[in-house]
Each structure stands twice: as C-alpha cells, then as structure tokens.
C-alpha cells in the first residue's frame, strides 16, 4: 500500500517522550534509577495526513500537564519540513513506584525539570 501502519505513530510519540525526557536532563533510565516508572493510561492520536514509506518525520513533544502523580505529554507528528501535520495526540500517565508498583508522588527535583516543557 505504500501507507505507513497507523501504530507506528504511537511508537513515535513515545519515541518523542523519551528524547523529550532525555532534554529535561534526566533520562528515563534516570528516572527509573530514582525508583519511578511513568505509566501509560491513556493514549490518543488524531491521524490527519497519512505517511508514506520514507517519509521523514517530525516529532514535536511538550507536556501540558505535569503534576506530582500523574503527567500529560502532548504531540505532534510533521513532514521532514516541519509544514504539514500529519497526526496529534497525547498520552497519559501516572508516577508508579518501579519496587511496589503502586501510584507515587513523583521526585521534585524531576519534576521541576519538566517545567520549561510546559506550554
């Protein structure tokens, strides 16, 4: 079909999260040495514009909630030119101790690194 599948846009997004977390300055891997995991809840993507097979790609991650339990990451997926959009979404998800495996608050000192990735 020459259509890139529509689930590697969710692959993307979380693709974004991670190069979004390693910008903050704590690498997921860090996160995890800190005892957190980051819990996917809820995921939701809006397709507008198909890929095609080699098509560049374009991820645009923000957060646009970021609480002590619980984070909403943002996302835009755009041509190599960064002019046409082609998927939206966001995912959900709430700070797990990675050891009990039960909702946590989440470090301050992570957290606070979030900040400038707030709209």
């Known amino acids: 079909m020459g259509i890139v599948h529509h689930a590697n846009y969710i692959v993307w997004f979380e693709i974004g999260r991670t190069d979004l977390c390693r910008e903050t300055g704590f690498p997921y891997r860090e996160i995890e040495n800190r005892g957190l ?17 080699d098509d560049d790609v374009l991820i645009r991650t923000f957060v646009t909630e970021a609480a002590s339990r619980a984070m909403t990451f943002g996302y835009e ?3 190599g030119s960064g002019e046409r959009v082609h998927a939206t979404g966001y995912s959900k998800h709430v700070w797990v101790d990675r050891e009990s495996r039960r909702p946590t608050t989440a470090d301050a000192e992570v957290m606070k690194a979030f900040e400038p990735f707030l709209p």
Do not use: G, K, Q, S
Not at 37 to 53: D, F
């Open 37 to 53: 995991i980051l819990v996917v809840t809820e995921v939701n993507c809006r397709y507008r514009a198909p890929y095609h097979y």
């Open 77 to 79: 997926l755009r041509d």
